[in-house]
C-alpha cells in the first residue's frame, strides 16, 4: 500500500495494492496490521462502516463531531468524488486549511480523516457510492457543519452548477462561529 503525506498532519491518502486482469480486480480494502504498519497509527480501532449513495452534484458536508469525534477511513467503490478535510484543531499550524481529493472506483484511493477535521464530498459522477470506517460511533447530537463555502477556509469544490445541499448542510457555520477542537 502506498501512502502519501498531504501537508496537513495526520492526513494520508492511502493508495491499495490492486491485482487486476481481464475478468475484473481484487484488492484488500483493509487490513488492520498494514493500516498500522503504513500508517504508523497503532490501536486504531474502527467501530462502524457506512454506505452511502449520492447523485450528481449532491455536496455532503462538512461535517464533524464535538463530542465523539470520528476518525474515518472513506472510499468510493463506484463514481467520482471530490473529497474534503479541514483541520478543527485549533493548536494545529495548520487549523483552518483544506486537503481535496479525488476518490473513484477506478483509482482505488482512500483517505484517512483523523479525528479533530470536517469532512465532505462533492459528486462528479452520475452517482457514487461512497464507503467509510469510523473509529466511533455516529452521534447527531454532537454533530456539527462547517459551512461548505466558509471563504476565510476558501476551499475550491470541482463544482458543475449549484451544489444539491440537505437543509442540515445549508445551516453549516463560518468557521469563525464553529465549535472546534481544543485538545486533540
Same mark, same amino acid.
Given at each position: ?16 495494492? =490492486? ?9 484488500? $480494502?483493509?487490513? %488492520?496490521?498494514?493500516? %498500522?504498519? /503504513?500508517?504508523?497509527?497503532?490501536? /486504531? ?30 472510499? =468510493? %467503490? ?27 472506483? !477506478? ?5 484517512? =480523516?483523523?479525528?479533530?477535521f470536517a469532512h465532505g464530498f462533492y459528486v462528479?459522477? !452520475? $452517482? ?16 456539527? $457543519?462547517?459551512?461548505?463555502?466558509? %471563504?476565510? =477556509? ?31
Amino acid at each position: 500500500m502506498k501512502v502519501t503525506e498531504t501537508g496537513i498532519a495526520g492526513l494520508l491518502v492511502l493508495e491499495p495494492k =490492486v491485482f487486476g486482469d481481464a475478468r475484473g480486480f481484487f484488492m484488500e $480494502s483493509f487490513n %488492520a496490521r498494514t493500516f %498500522a504498519e /503504513v500508517t504508523g497509527l497503532s490501536g /486504531v480501532e474502527f467501530v462502524q462502516d457506512n454506505h452511502s449513495r449520492s447523485q450528481q452534484g449532491v455536496l455532503r458536508g462538512l461535517h464533524y463531531q464535538v463530542r465523539q469525534p470520528q476518525g474515518k477511513l472513506v472510499r =468510493v %467503490a463506484q463514481g467520482r468524488v471530490f473529497d474534503v478535510a479541514v483541520d478543527l484543531r485549533r493548536a494545529s499550524p495548520t487549523f483552518g486549511k483544506w486537503y481535496g481529493v479525488e476518490l473513484s472506483g !477506478e483509482n482505488h484511493r482512500q483517505f484517512w =480523516v483523523p479525528a479533530g477535521f470536517a469532512h465532505g464530498f462533492y459528486v462528479m459522477s !452520475e $452517482s457514487a457510492d461512497f464507503l467509510y470506517k469510523t473509529t466511533d460511533y455516529y452521534a447527531p447530537e454532537h454533530e456539527r $457543519s462547517l459551512a461548505w463555502n466558509d %471563504a476565510t =477556509v476558501g476551499v475550491h469544490w470541482p463544482l458543475q452548477g449549484e451544489p444539491l445541499l440537505s437543509a442540515k448542510d445549508l445551516a453549516g457555520k463560518p468557521l469563525a462561529e464553529c465549535e472546534v477542537f481544543d485538545t486533540l
